[in-house]
């Protein structure tokens, strides 16, 4: 437990003057996947520890480089947890790159994700000062949502240095059901399952099985595994995903090509060529030899190459967000200090803390 | 809201009620969502939010606002703003001083005025618009159908049974439903006989003042009022009641009281607004020994304003029909007017139109073979351009 | 370019009655639902489609006519009060809803839609939105979308940006953007939850994907009465604690009690000093084993009696007051000024006291509305406007109280936004960093500053002629605007 922003302020600080360029860094834990960006690494990781933490409050506020896992055991001790589910790579990362990275899993369409729970942040900017945004309270309107910005913004708005995330109690129950399914029949299954089953925390298909979690209460996962055909699964295929250690989720895909995860409206046709379907149809996992344009053709699809030597990369941003996304980012890090992850093509994208 | 009410003006009753009503209202804005002719205009100004902003600052400039006129006018006076209104603002009665002030000061059209002429000399006396539609009856079935109510099909006939010493309840005829829907006084006639009551109707009641009203006519409407309240309270024995089978008349003689309050008539105002029930009010305990005369039809039921949001009687006409065993349909909105209020279809052609292809698609939305409702103009204004009967809700009462 | 040609440009991009010059006509568009300011545009347009929306933005831009947006004109804060030689562009005509999907969990609507038409709308395929602001009969989803409006069930189901999966509109430039849609995340930055609570300066939205949710199977309301302020607050955090997130729980004290009361009949007990209302939603099993829990802690925490409402009708009564508390205070006062502070849970207790001293200093009556699930307070002073001094000794006061809202460690605003009223208040929140910050990142949507100008941000000048958050009783904090 240390507290590093000073160091931080002045390194910051030291590479806008030298007009150096600076690579965030957390725990490198997606390293593999998507590499962090060229330049002078700001090491966020020696950042860490638990600011604090009143289990009533249902918030907490932790330093960015501490360990997603470090924090999750701590909330345990209280049955709480993150109200989201946070993703992870092989190695355990840290809140600042789930952050940076949105790492939201599979109870996403349901319980929300990294950016719902998220209230406020402290950064540093590209000019080296130090600000807090947001706060610890459920409700907050005052300013604008600077912290919900950092979600997904990958270091390009900032260094993250702190966040407060809204935690919620850990369900009493929980349970998995699996079915075999025609992959022409899978959006029709799900999105008749998420209109009518209040208790669902994943909804997800591979391989040919349609995977179902619930949680909550005891009365309410009982009635609800009732009602939804099929057979007692395991949580294996849940945490592997949420390790991403699905073998279906390799990369590079055994199948050759480029790994990518496409982003869209849940009920969009399948193909049948998806290695994996998560957040109940809302992110489909592909191996492709060029990047998808289809799949990111309706409102709000779009795509991401994850490993492979596109990795990071995204597909689907139109003209005018992307010079949107440039502007945000200029007017968080005027002289650009912070580095744009290399595989880029749009350069908006940075490189991943973690 | 804060107001700036100049003194002559806060000095009159109007003034110091008008100020009280303003005081009341702290521009929330709930009344626009329920207020029909925002729904159908989106415009500030056409709601009752805009409106008593409008009206505020013609009261406080103390000079007529043309553009306040033009919106005041194309209020239906439904009063379902009252009902959303959370902070108690007495909006009809604002109105109704914001169109006094207003109307003596206004240059209307002659089109307007033949309009208002007709609605005000015409419309409320029976006699008078039989004699005078006689010649051109035959017209009738070339007329587009929404104005064809206007010309009676016979001359409405009071129907027998006049009130006299042994009448305990007065039923009031309504001078526009005698002439246009008479089968709705036969049968509650017959109703009132079959339950052992002594029920008839005066024979001079005249207008009730509440079209008048409506075309903001004071003086006119003060004399209306004025006579119908002497006539009525001289035939109403005591512990008597008085029976509105149009919840348009029935808004009006209930409100007697504050309206002839401070006139020689207060006293026989007050007396009569005292013992006024809504024929379905005045029904409803009896609802056990009534039966449905045609039970296998499923009605759509629509409340009139005057009788949800005037009356603030939503429910009494459903809870009777179902009572007595009908299948009622799911209507939506069913608080929103059907863009008939009295002369308003006439006045404001287009926006009453346009309600009442609302209110019929609401109603028909579930097939419902009669649509009925509880007021005279509500039933004719929807029944011209409905498929579906419309009829007065006591006509399949038995 | 002269400003009759102007006009002549407006006015061929907009439909009949669409362009409102004449002053006594544009008079009732002057204040929203914060009537404690008010100020005139220079014209009101009233598009009736997204065509002409744009054409007024390209038209203002070029000629840098500023642009403020309103809706249905509920707002708290004045966040759609008129800037002077401004445009009022009033979306209210863009009304439509232009799609229920029942099968993806969303309704695609026009900013003018009423918040609970969409429930309404919704209701028959078995869904509902979840963000119920009290004016949600009346507010629009464009502005939920620009204030980030909460409401009585956010504790559960999250506020608008936790509701809302897109948005479309055009930034001031004329310029057409999209952000989000029908995926459940965006790429790169959140913008879209950026645009959420930027009262109007970003983004000018014309279509809004929404998320629906089902309806639950099963409700419950429960309302506890307690003698003790105090208690109330602690069963609060002792429902939490007990693992229990209810769907909405709210506390209204003894005059807020006796208000709504008085109005709609609700059965509160009047002679209360405050009362919780707890709403659980879920599978019926679950329901009823959470009421048994809640109730357990509730009498623990030393409520006097617990009321449980199970009938639809029964509940709807019990909220019915609860949602119309601040207009229903109109009823025991002249005028009230609603104040939208937020606190961490255990800080309630105290600052209700601090509330309480106030009043006493001040001289004017408070009733407390709070979502106590979520911290979020909303304390209505009662004034007489009519009376000389006394709306500036209503806002001294509810300065302080957001001062002691911030002191707790909250937030001046909840979910009502800044507008034009808090911008004072913003100074004890925010440094110069920050506020230089949100200014060059507001840049990066409207370069030139003409969306909404003067709202939501204050200006490092203001703040330093503020002194920092304390502004003291008796300091006019807006000379530049007229007072009413």
Known sequence: MSDDSAQLVDAVRYARARQQTLAIAGLGSRAAVAPIADGAVLNVAEHRGILRYQPEELVVTVRAGTPVREVIAELARHRQMLAFEPTSFARDGSIGGMIAADASGASRPFAGGVRDALLGVEIINGLGEQGRFGGEVMKNVAGYDVARLQCGARGSCGVLLSASLRVAPIPDCERYIRRALAVDEVCAAMSELRSREPSLTGLAYADGVLQVRVAGSEPAVKAASARIPGDGGDSEFWRQISRHAHPNLSSPPASGGTLWRVSSAPNAPLTGDELLVDWAGGVRWLALDSPPRQATSAPGGWAMAVGGNRAGSIRGLDQATSDLLSRVRLAFDPDSVFAASSNDARGEAKAVQG | ?398 | MTTPLVLEMLRANLPAEGLITDPKAIKPFESDGLTAFSAMPWVVCLPDRESQVAAVLRICREHSIPVVTRGAGTGLSGGALPVAKGVLLVLSRLNKIKRIDAQQLTAVVEPGVRNLAVSEAAASVGLFYAPDPSSQIACSIGGNVAENAGGVHCLKYGLTVHNVLGVRGYLMTGEPVAIGGEAFDVPGADLLAVVHGSEGQMVVITEVTLRLRQIPRSKLVMMAAFAVVSNAADAVADVISAGIIPAGMEMMDKLAISAAEDFVGAGYPKDADAILLIELDGDVDEVQANRTAVERVLFAASADSVVVAESETEQARLWLGRKAAFPAVGRIAPDYYCMDGTIPRKAVAGVLQRIGELSQRYGLQVANVFHAGDGNLHPLILYDANVDGELDKAEAFGNDILAACVEAGGSVTGEHGVGIEKLDAMCGQFGRIELEQFARLRAAFDPDGLLNPGKAIPTLTRCSEVGGMHVHAGELPFRHLPRF
């Open chain 2, 1 to 398: 809201m804060r107001t700036q009410l100049p003194e002559a003006f806060l000095a009159t009753s109007q003034g110091q009620r008008a100020n009280e009503i303003l005081r009341a209202c702290v521009h929330c804005g709930f009344c626009n969502a329920t207020c029909p002719t925002y729904q159908v205009l989106g415009d500030e100004r056409d709601g009752p939010r805009g409106r008593i902003y409008l009206m505020k600052e013609m009261f406080e400039s103390g000079e007529p606002n043309l553009i306040a006129s033009d919106h005041l006018d194309r209020c239906l006076t439904c009063r379902a703003c009252e009902t959303t209104c959370p902070s108690g603002v007495d909006y009809g009665e604002l109105l109704e001083i914001g169109r006094a002030t207003l109307e003596p000061k206004l240059q209307r059209s002659l089109m307007e005025r033949m309009k208002r002429f007709f609605m005000l000399r015409l419309l409320p006396h029976p006699h008078r618009l039989a004699r005078i539609t006689a010649p051109v009856r035959w017209l009738r079935p070339l007329l587009p159908r929404r104005l064809r109510p206007l010309l009676p099909i016979a001359s409405g006939k009071s129907v027998a049974s006049s009130a006299d010493d042994s009448t305990s309840v007065i039923l009031l005829q309504g001078c526009v439903q005698r002439q246009l829907t008479p089968a709705t006084n036969e049968r509650l006639l017959n109703i009132c006989q079959r339950l052992g009551l002594r029920a008839g109707f005066v024979a001079d009641e005249g207008c009730c003042g509440g079209l008048a009203l409506h075309l903001a006519e004071e003086t006119h409407a003060q004399e209306r009022m004025a006579a119908t309240a002497s006539a009525l309270n001289e035939a109403l024995p005591d512990d008597g009641v008085i029976v509105s089978s149009a919840s348009g008349c029935g808004v009006t003689v209930k409100d007697y009281g504050r309206l002839l309050a401070g006139t020689v008539a207060a006293e026989d105002g007050a007396r009569v607004a005292e013992a006024t029930l809504d024929v379905a009010e005045f029904l409803l305990p009896y609802a056990d020994q009534l039966t449905a005369s045609q039970p296998q039809l499923r009605l759509a039921v629509q409340t009139p304003c005057t009788l949800q949001h005037g009356q603030k009687l939503p429910d009494v006409v459903t809870q009777i029909l179902e009572a007595v065993g009908y299948e009622l349909v799911s209507v939506s909105d069913p608080h929103l007017c059907c863009g008939s209020a009295g002369v308003y279809s006439v006045l404001q052609p287009k926006i009453s139109s346009e309600l009442a292809e609302r209110k019929l698609a609401a109603l028909n939305s579930e097939q419902p073979d009669v649509i009925v409702s509880a007021n005279v103009g509500c039933q004719t204004h929807l029944a011209g351009r409905s498929k579906t009967p419309v009829k007065h809700w006591l006509e399949l009462i038995e």
